[in-house]
């Protein structure tokens, strides 16, 4: 489940995530197997859908449901809600890969590249349905509205992200909303469906900073690389157009990075050079810390009344996240 | 709302549901008009959304759960529900459209054509999204079942269709699973959530039949046209390489048909051709009288303790969709 397993890439980087493995012991172990057959089976009837469940990931909104809600007997509740919020996740990404021609995730064929965006588009919508007929199992109400409220931010995130395309003067709060939708809503999901199964205090907040710090670091990673880290070259989002976190803060930084026009980054070689002076800014270096004080103030702001093991498996969890990014 | 005016075809249609409006009386048109502006405040956030819906079409769906939920007082409740069905059906429009690469529908452009496919692709699944959070208010667990599972079937019934494409040796039982699944399963949720809502017996068998027939005269119009009637050529479907009702009986009764492969009807004369071949054999009648039966069956197996009102307004309904292909 590391980075460096799924994606094939040289050099050993441990699992941030061991940590909160060990911690919640074999009933947490136990819990992430469950949710991956039960993931299995339930896109068992479609050979797509099962493909890019199969094809895995690092599985954190799942984690975050778990670990939201340790302790509590519900378990095959707290499954079918990690296996939803999974769903709308993997939903999201088949549907990412369509619009975006992209051949491979996580080391494996996309289901674009094995089917056609027919078939991706109809596997998308399935598993949006899927996820939401999973959820509806468990029979609270309560859990179908947050999911289905961060479903519809997603694809909000999604429009917004499109719509600023190559405008390279995004304001930064209408970046950190674009941040919210795409990510944050589906992470203070995870954490709100665990309380509720479990029946402990509110965790959708802890949920919503820790999802927006995650969009952040990975905003930054991208222009920080290194590739041998991440895997892929720098500044794949400016080849985008899509303007993130470092840019807003570099361009009142620096008048070459102000006066630039997204368009005439030519190829990826010029996307590395933009790259290397936003981070000569230290607008890298900014928006890295900017991730870590969320962080930070999310493991701070924990409710008082959380049982002491599920307080360090949630700060763990979250360092996990940072690590990642170390 | 009547065909013809959705399409600025020439020539009056009488709009075969004008009758079930009437029978209803004001509380359905208020109902009607009520889910109009629903719809219209729902899709506000965004403009791709709102000109969907905008766009209109007949409403089936939502008349389905007002006149399934005939007589109650849980009128908000239903305008809900009758939204929420409409939004499941055009988030899968607006995804037809992406795949077709169509400028228009029911007169006016395309999510597609107006926005591109990335913009469409995020607008079907925010408009899927939006349909479980507005169903969600309604706070009853057995509608949010109903509504994804028929959301998962049109899904599934759009992967059978493409995995199914210029396959001529398409079986009866497998077509008619595929319509089962594209199109009865929502009209089954409409009336099974008008039921709910409203506390009556039962009505997604009716919704179910009722849908199933729908499709199957959709189909035959298909080959039988007249073109003055659907607004488009004859044939689409087998340009699509999509083998329906028509083809299937016609290919037990015409060798040539039979050893037809889809893939050599090279243009849209050609597909006229073959509609002419496919009609001659009676295949086309054929098919109608197995709907037709479909809808008797529906409204005699209507449940004996219904309102005689509501049992009315159901007939006048199922006939309405039957007058549509008269």
Redesign the interface.
């Known amino acids: 489940m590391s980075e460096a397993g799924a994606n094939g890439r040289v050099g050993v980087v441990v699992d941030p995530f061991d940590a909160v493995l060990e911690l919640g012991g074999a009933a947490l172990r136990d819990a992430m197997a469950d949710v991956e057959s039960r993931l299995r089976e339930i896109t068992r009837?479609?050979v797509?859908s099962l493909g890019t469940v199969a094809a895995g990931g690092k599985r954190l909104r799942p984690l975050l449901v778990f670990v939201a809600g340790l302790g509590s007997e519900a378990r095959v509740e707290l499954s079918r809600a990690a296996a939803a919020v999974e769903l709308i996740h993997s939903?999201?990404l088949v549907?990412d890969d369509?619009?975006d021609d992209a051949p491979l995730r996580r080391g494996s064929r996309t289901v674009y590249a094995a089917a056609g965006?027919?078939?991706a588009?109809?596997?998308?919508?399935?598993l949006?349905?899927?996820a939401?007929?999973e959820l509806?199992h468990n029979?609270?109400?309560a859990q179908?509205?947050a999911?289905?409220?961060a479903?519809?931010a997603?694809?909000?995130g999604?429009?917004m992200q499109?719509?600023d395309a190559w405008r390279a003067d995004v304001t930064l709060e209408r970046y950190l909303k674009r941040c919210e939708l795409k990510t944050a809503r589906l992470f203070a999901a995870a954490g709100e469906l665990g309380a509720l199964v479990g029946g402990g205090p509110p965790l959708d907040p802890f949920g919503h900073a820790v999802g927006l710090a995650f969009q952040l670091l990975d905003d930054v990673l991208d222009i920080t690389g290194p590739a041998e880290r991440t895997g892929k070259r720098r500044g794949t989002d400016l080849l985008d157009g899509t303007v993130t976190l470092p840019l807003i803060l570099a361009r009142e930084r620096s008048e070459e990075l102000r006066v630039l026009d997204l368009r005439t980054i030519a190829d990826a070689s010029a996307a590395e050079g933009v790259c290397a002076a936003i981070e000569a800014t230290g607008a890298g270096e900014e928006a890295r810390s900017i991730a870590l004080e969320l962080v930070a103030s999310a493991k701070r702001e924990l409710p008082a009344n959380l049982p002491q093991t599920q307080r360090e498996a949630l700060c763990l969890m979250a360092d996990g996240l940072v690590d990642r990014y170390a």
Chains 1, 2 share one sequence.
Do not use: C
């Open positions: 009837i479609d797509h939903a999201t549907h369509v619009l965006r027919d078939a588009t109809a596997t998308g919508d399935l949006f349905s899927t939401f007929t509806a029979g609270d109400i179908l509205r999911l289905s409220s479903s519809a997603l694809a909000r999604e429009l499109r719509a």
